[in-house]
């Protein structure tokens, strides 16, 4: 690679870093509120639930099934995002050094 191609590599990866942890960010508020939500539709069908405790945590653990669902996406979304994130990071580390390996071979 060229040079001023490494340049141009560094800068896009270190951009989509960038974004990426503005995406982790809004990834985790979403889980978040997703936890929250699931915690108050739980909370609410196990108090207006009958019968032993048992069935009253099996009734609101089914009442709550969608909302759970919603959460475990969230959960996915910025567990990608990390992944991604942590790529692209590996990719940072690889072109930067090419970028050193280009700089050696000039020197010599």
């Known amino acids: 690679m060229l040079p001023s191609e490494l340049i141009k590599e560094l800068a896009s990866l270190t951009a989509e870093n960038k974004r990426g942890h503005e995406a982790l960010y ?8 997703a936890e929250h939500e699931l915690d108050l539709v739980e909370q609410r069908a196990f108090i207006k639930a ?15 099934a969608e909302v759970r669902l919603q959460r475990d996406l969230r959960k996915a979304e910025a567990n990608r995002v990390r992944i991604k994130i942590k790529g692209l990071e590996s ?3 690889a072109v930067a050094t090419q970028a050193k390996l280009v700089q050696a071979e000039t020197r010599i």
């Open 26 to 33: 809004a990834a985790e508020v979403a889980l978040a509120e």
């Open 50 to 64: 009958q019968g032993t405790v048992a069935d009253r945590t099996a009734l609101a653990r089914l009442e709550s």
């Open 91 to 93: 990719a940072l580390m």
